[in-house]
């Protein structure tokens, strides 16, 4: 039984929710590889330790697939592997010890938190989402270097963490492109 309600016209319009068209209409995708998984985050662990990221504003690409894998593969990487990472980022950055750690825990716990709310998203919209973790969890991760330092650095890692939001989308395209192929296989041959 439909509720009917009267629209402006003086009408009445009949409001239904199977009218609603689902935000993703592939909700269930196949889980990724334990090994796709490792390779890639070890992957750009290495590319992390190149000196590119001494660029003030450079994202953080080891930060966005760990996150990404926190969001997708929450059984795979967790908030212990961001910790690890974390803590092998500051033993390369001789930086404060802990502070990465403390940026990658916090990240992956913003991630693990709206879970279910972002996977009924697209990308692009994740990416929105997100955009407050990043900014909050890097913002919280500066004030320990700005004690220490006894003065603020800039503003540079707000520019890092909005250029790590963008990449989130392209993220998605690429390490979920093999999913997608085996999605696409399944379909043809039906």
Known sequence: MTKRRQNRTGGYASSSLTALQPVDD??????SGWLFVWITVLLTWMVSLLPWRMWAPAPDVLLLVIAFWCLHEPRRVNMLAAFVFGLLMDVHDASLLGAQAL???LTAYGVILLSRRLLRFHAVVQAMHLLPVF?????IARIPHAWFAGGWSG???LASACLTVLLWPLADLLLLMPQRRLDATDASSV
């Open 155 to 157: 503003w540079s890692w």
């Open 135 to 139: 900014v909050l969890t890097m913002g």
């Open 26 to 31: 592939a909700p269930f995708k196949r889980p």
């Open 103 to 105: 940026l990658y825990t």
